[in-house]
């Protein structure tokens, strides 16, 4: 699970960042409150790094439904949700690839036009 998205708060904007990445019996808890950071956000591409940790997830096929989403109350921003979509996943600690496959039932969700 990786969600990552604009935070406002006091006035300012962050990427807020909250994930959890469970293999073969271990689970590794990627955070904004642990010092992960996007290294990259762009062509439905997310890339997140954390002391030795990278996780990269990519939407591979624009699939799925157009949603509203708020904005100040209002509901006047679009994102597209999709509960099975085609998607890569790549996990590297320390320098190790853990895993990197593709799936068909992937779960995404990211802003409309991004």
């Known amino acids: 699970m990786l969600a990552v998205a604009d935070i406002p708060m006091f006035g ?3 990427t807020g960042i909250i994930g959890v990445v469970l293999w073969e019996g271990k689970e590794y808890r990627i955070a904004t ?3 992960a950071k996007a290294s990259e956000i762009k062509n439905r591409t997310v890339k997140v790094v954390q002391r030795g ?3 990269e997830a990519q939407l ?3 699939t799925g439904y157009q949603l509203q989403a708020p904005v100040n109350g ?3 921003r679009h994102i597209r ?3 099975t979509c085609h998607a890569h996943y790549k996990f590297v600690k320390s320098g190790v690839t853990l895993f990197d496959f593709e799936t068909k039932t992937a779960s995404f969700e990211y802003e409309y036009g991004k």
């Open 60 to 62: 591979l096929e624009d």
């Open 33 to 35: 409150y642990f010092g």
């Open 74 to 76: 209002s509901m006047v």
């Open 12 to 14: 300012i904007h962050f």
């Open 81 to 83: 949700e999709s509960v």
């Open 53 to 55: 940790l990278k996780l």
